[in-house]
């Protein structure tokens, strides 16, 4: 099986809410195991957490071993003050308090920078992104700081503009990245910049009852073709589920996201080492030191 490239061990696929209350008294290990044994299960032996401001998944890289799995973190994401990014990490205002951040990190083993520059999908309207998208300067100053630290960059990021404005930064890789357009997919395939882009977290979505499937097929749709594009051209591409996420089960996760890649591509060889180099270039770059 392939690595999971996104993953949220603190949470449970279900209820982000109650999922988190398991661990306000102290992170459970217990959690943390079990779910480790469900990777282990399913044959997946690579996890790149996309952290948590728990330290859960800072326990998780701890235990992993144990189980033969081979575990990277941020430890937390940082998000500035007022944008999307408090449930999975720590905020700043200033780029002086985001270079503590990255301090911070650092010290508690951090093994790459998450940096949160653009809100989420509106399942409300249609091509829109919620939230306010950090300024293009403001992220390369944030990709410049951590890459003078010494560490890489994953960057939760979504639409035309906070693709754009990352990969202007340099960033190392692009989590979700919905909504590209084909030029801003043209600018990818001519970055080093490696795109992880979670469809289960909308595929998952379809018949579930929480939004309605008409408001989801779209979505799904103009994903797949920009899957499509970016297989096309070459673009840099890994699996991430983001597991954790609302029905998307630890270890099932991954093999549905592949699933969501051979519905889309076809189930061939070339399309398994496309996605192979791309896991390959997730584990050479996002490793402490």
């Given at each position: 099986?392939?690595?999971?490239?996104?993953?949220?061990?603190?949470?449970?696929?279900?209820?982000?809410?109650?999922?988190?209350?398991?661990?306000?008294?102290?992170?459970?290990?217990?959690?943390?195991?079990?779910?480790?044994?469900?990777?282990?299960?399913?044959?997946?032996?690579?996890?790149?957490?996309?952290?948590?401001?728990?330290?859960?998944?800072?326990?998780?890289?701890?235990?992993?071993?144990?189980?033969?799995?081979?575990?990277?973190?941020?430890?937390?994401?940082?998000?500035?003050?007022?944008?999307?990014?408090?449930?999975?990490?720590?905020?700043?205002?200033?780029?002086?308090?985001?270079?503590?951040?990255?301090?911070?990190?650092?010290?508690?083993?951090?093994?790459?920078?998450?940096?949160?520059?653009?809100?989420?999908l509106d399942f409300n309207d249609d091509g829109e992104i919620t939230g306010e998208p950090l300024d293009v300067e403001e992220v390369k100053e944030m990709v410049h700081v951590a890459h003078e630290e010494g560490f890489s960059v994953m960057s939760h990021t979504n639409g035309v503009y906070g693709v754009r404005a990352a990969l202007e930064a340099g960033i190392d890789s692009i989590e979700h990245g919905n909504y590209m357009d084909e030029e801003t997919i043209l600018m990818l395939s001519q970055s080093n910049t490696v795109w992880v882009p979670t469809l289960v977290t909308v595929r998952n979505l379809l018949g579930c009852g929480r939004y309605e499937d008409d408001v989801i097929r779209p979505i799904m749709e103009r994903a797949a073709e920009s899957v499509a594009l970016a297989f096309d051209k070459g673009v840099r591409i890994a699996l991430g589920s983001d597991a954790g996420a609302y029905m998307v089960p630890h270890g099932k996760g991954i093999q549905d996201e592949y699933r969501a890649f051979t519905d889309i591509l076809g189930h061939t060889p070339k399309v398994d080492e496309w996605i192979r180099q791309g896991e390959k270039e997730i584990k050479e770059r996002f490793r402490a030191g």
């Open positions: 099986m392939f690595g999971e490239c996104h993953a949220h061990l603190i949470m449970d696929g279900l209820n982000y809410h109650n999922a988190v209350g398991l661990h306000a008294r102290g992170v459970r290990e217990d959690v943390i195991r079990e779910r480790l044994e469900e990777y282990r299960k399913a044959g997946v032996f690579f996890i790149r957490d996309g952290g948590d401001s728990l330290g859960v998944s800072k326990r998780a890289k701890e235990l992993a071993a144990e189980y033969g799995i081979d575990y990277r973190t941020p430890v937390f994401a940082i998000h500035k003050e007022g944008h999307y990014g408090s449930i999975v990490g720590r905020g700043f205002t200033t780029m002086k308090e985001y270079h503590k951040r990255v301090l911070e990190a650092k010290a508690e083993g951090a093994d790459f920078i998450k940096i949160m520059t653009t809100g989420l």
